[in-house]
């Protein structure tokens, strides 16, 4: 077996065609599929869907390489359009650069104008976050800080670019510097998560590494540090945090043991920093809603995946999510009179502030009770259903229940027998499997609904997004797993590889379910609006400038109404932004100012030279390699 281990490399090139190694003689070319325990071309299973050990475990070292991205990411669009199609060259508005009056870089803008003077009209506010790529130089880590939208002094920059306060190394993510100062061995990145729940609030991502490293990454004014590592043979192949930073959860290869594992997180935030200092929690309460700027992360154990051996991304949400509920996501005081509370004026130490979050009080449905996490497996064309409700109920049952287990969390550690308890200590706080769901094409991307709860999307590698009903599991009322079912589907893309939430939308702004369905194989992104048993392409993108779109994220909005999506462009190796929806200043609206107001409710900044076109090229940051993932936040 010796031979299988040593050509895996040029199987997995090979095997990047159209067919996708599928099985089958039909699913390879005509080419009869080689006998049981030999692996099929491009794939890590054989002729039988079973996982060839040694290709498994060799493919497992490579998974941050051009080899893994090939195997996770599948065919790109030139094995279904040999000879490439026509696509508009949309508009990009000229750059000019504004030195921030000496304060450090400044930045690029493109909308808006003329800059205001110091004082006038302004408002501020951004979105960054971090690109990973498969890096051309090896010896540098594959990530990078980038700024992807920025309003400030009456412009507005939609082009992707450093961060003016940036203190890093150029193109390497500050973070993974420090950490590399602190002597740590980082490895290069495969995955990354950050929560989406609080609209801005998900400060930190974190991101897993090849050797099974897991650190933060974030912004100038919440990076906090936080580094851990899962056990030994372990391998990470994608991160789901949940909605308000509660858990953070990882899929695994256990190369050691052959089998697929969930590595589950208690996080809690940092009592540091300009996050702690303005809004956070008092104390460190892991498990709880939060702002994403990781202090605390402790892994609890890892939940075995029955069925599956090699999961390759995961999607999870809870039945909480802040800016949907009444208050967007304040707090309110014990006695219901103010909804405008912040966390760090509601110590939990407190036993009336404890008493609001149980049974009829006013906090009482503003945290996270149950949720679902959906994985999938590309090679066993499986879908995986994991019921969250019982780490919810666990975190509620200490923080909520008497005071002796409240005094129980404070303050946690890191042992196994205190809070957060591990899963050997406290069996009953680990996720349960529902169901198992498998698919006649492999599964290629994956999301939970963060609007209804009820829903999930799964996209196959023939351009079909199904879509899923995970039966009240989401809300913690799921009794029956056969319940779970397919209820309709959605013709998208050929290989999409990315499925994003659509976060806000120019036709009525409102939130609902809807997502971005980035496909490879079309060189295309597709915004679908989603129904109980269908959905509408409402809105389809492309452009000559993109290569070889792999995965997209839709930039949160705050205080200034925009809608622009980032792209990772994996072979045009650029992070690249589509502005599709007006630009608003909300609050620039000084009467005072030397120089007009940009961009109002009255006259917003539209698309385009003419400014009638659906679409605007930002403008792209170029890597120092090929991205495939990006993820990113309001900045705090």
């Not at 696509?87 to 000019?96: I, L």
Request: net charge negative.
């Amino acid at each position: 077996m010796r031979f299988i281990a040593a050509t895996i490399v040029t199987l997995l090139v090979q095997g990047c065609g159209a067919g996708g190694g599928d099985g089958g003689s039909g699913g390879n070319g005509g080419v009869p599929d080689p006998p049981p325990g030999t692996p099929l071309p491009g794939d890590i299973v054989d002729s039988t869907g079973a996982v060839v050990p040694e290709a498994y475990q060799q493919l497992a070292t490579q998974l941050s390489t051009e080899v893994g991205i090939e195997y996770r990411y599948g065919p790109s669009s030139t094995a279904y359009h040999p000879t490439p199609e026509t696509m508009p060259t949309w508009w990009q508005p000229p750059s000019q650069h504004f030195p921030n009056d000496g304060n450090g870089n400044g930045w690029y803008w493109e909308v808006g104008g003329p800059v205001s003077q110091p004082g006038e009209l302004d408002d501020y506010s951004s979105n960054q976050g971090q690109v990973l790529f498969v890096a051309d130089d090896t010896t540098k880590v594959g990530v990078s800080d980038v700024t992807t939208l920025l309003m400030g002094r009456n412009t507005f920059s939609e082009s992707p670019q450093l961060p003016w306060v940036y203190y890093g190394e150029g193109e390497v993510d500050v973070n993974v510097v420090l950490y590399q100062q602190m002597n740590e061995t980082i490895g290069q990145p495969i995955a990354a998560g950050r929560c989406f729940g609080n609209s801005g609030w998900c400060a930190n991502s974190l991101i897993g590494y090849q050797n099974g490293v897991l650190a933060t990454s974030g912004s100038n004014t919440a990076r906090t540090m936080n580094l851990l590592k899962l056990a030994p043979g372990k391998v990470p192949t994608s991160i789901a945090i949940t909605n308000s930073s509660e858990f953070a959860l990882v899929t695994v290869w256990d190369t050691v043991e052959v089998k697929g594992q969930v590595a589950v997180i208690a996080l809690g935030p940092s009592q540091e920093g300009f996050v702690a200092d303005t809004f956070e929690w008092p104390a460190t309460y892991p498990g709880f809603r939060n702002l994403g700027d990781i202090g605390f992360a402790k892994i609890l154990g890892y939940v075995d995946l029955p069925g599956m051996v090699a999961p390759t991304e995961i999607s999870a949400s809870s039945d909480y999510s802040p800016p949907l509920d009444d208050q967007q996501g304040w707090l309110c005081s014990p006695a219901g009179d103010d909804c405008r509370v912040l966390a760090k004026n509601l110590p939990l130490s407190d036993s009336a502030n404890r008493a609001s979050f149980s049974g009829s009080g006013p906090n009482a449905h503003r945290y996270s009770k149950a949720g679902v996490a959906v994985i999938i497996s590309k090679s066993e064309k499986k879908a995986l259903f994991l019921d969250l409700e019982p780490l919810f109920a666990k975190v509620q049952s200490m923080y909520f229940g008497t005071q002796e287990d409240f005094d129980k969390t404070q303050p946690p550690s890191m042992d196994a027998d205190k809070w957060p308890y591990a899963f050997s200590a406290a069996p009953d706080f680990a996720p349960t499997v529902i169901t198992t769901m498998t698919f006649a094409e492999k599964p290629t991307a994956v999301r939970t609904s963060l609007i209804s709860n009820e829903r999930a999307w799964v996209a196959t590698q023939d351009g079909t997004l199904h879509i899923i009903d995970v039966a009240g599991y989401g809300k913690g009322t799921g009794t029956t797993p056969a319940s779970i079912q397919e209820v309709g589907t959605v013709i998208v893309g050929k290989n999409p590889t990315s499925i994003a939430y659509a976060k806000h939308d120019p036709a009525d702004g409102s939130r609902k379910d809807a997502v971005i369905v980035t496909s490879r194989g079309d060189r295309k992104l597709d915004w679908v609006n989603l129904t109980d048993t269908g959905g509408t392409v409402v809105r389809t993108l492309t452009d000559s400038r993109l290569i070889d779109p792999i995965w997209s994220e839709d930039n949160d909005n705050h205080g200034t109404e925009s809608y622009i999506v980032s792209i990772a462009d994996y072979a045009g190796k650029q992070l690249a932004n589509y502005r599709f929806g007006n630009v608003i200043f909300w609050t620039n609206t000084d009467m005072n100012a030397s120089v007009p107001a940009a961009c109002q409710s009255s006259a917003p900044c539209k698309m385009g030279e003419s400014g009638n076109d659906p679409f605007e090229f930002g403008g792209s940051f170029a890597t120092a390699g090929k991205p495939f993932q990006f993820t990113g936040a309001n900045t705090p």
